[in-house]
């Protein structure tokens, strides 16, 4: 095979190439922008969800504030550490004992809320008779069910 002819056929193959990714990525179908509303259940008010008496409605009421409170600000703490995270790992020289800080950082701080989660749901069972209780527990065994991290899904895509 002469030089001409060489560079006729690689120009060929490198064309063809390139069309079929092309193609590839014209044909390709787009993910939905939102997953299906059925993946995700719509918010609920769970004192009614729960059929709270007036009672249990009031000590529910006295439950939650502070609880709400706390989950608030661990959670943008939590946001702020992980923003540092990012940071440092992308850094232009990452500094290994600062990613490592950041880290240990979050995972306090994700302890702490799962204690007080736990707490909370302790709190609540108290309140709840036996049905309460059920109904409670099945919505969050759906609702954990459910859940993926904004990292998974952004590497889903």
């Given amino acids: 095979m ?6 006729r056929s690689l120009l060929a193959i490198s064309l063809a190439l390139n069309l079929g990714v092309v193609a590839a990525l014209v044909l390709r179908q787009p993910p939905p922008a939102d997953p299906p509303a059925a993946a995700h259940e719509a918010p609920v008010n769970l004192q009614d969800y729960l ?13 939650e504030p502070g609880f709400l409170t706390e989950v608030s600000a661990n ?51 108290a309140l ?11 919505l969050l065994l759906r609702r954990y069910a459910q859940e993926s991290s904004e990292e998974e899904l952004l590497h889903r895509e």
């Fill in 128 to 138: 709840l008779n036996e049905a309460q209780r059920v109904r409670l527990m099945e």
């Fill in 2 to 7: 002469n030089h001409a002819t060489w560079t």
């Fill in 75 to 125: 959670w943008n703490a939590i946001r702020k550490h992980r923003e540092a995270l990012v940071r440092h790992i992308f850094a232009a020289a990452p500094d290994r004992q600062a990613i490592d800080a950041e880290q240990a950082a979050i995972a306090r701080l994700q302890a702490e809320q799962q204690q007080r989660v736990i707490a909370q749901l302790l709190a609540e069972r």
């Fill in 51 to 63: 059929e709270l008496t007036g009672e249990q409605r009031q000590h529910w009421q006295q439950l």
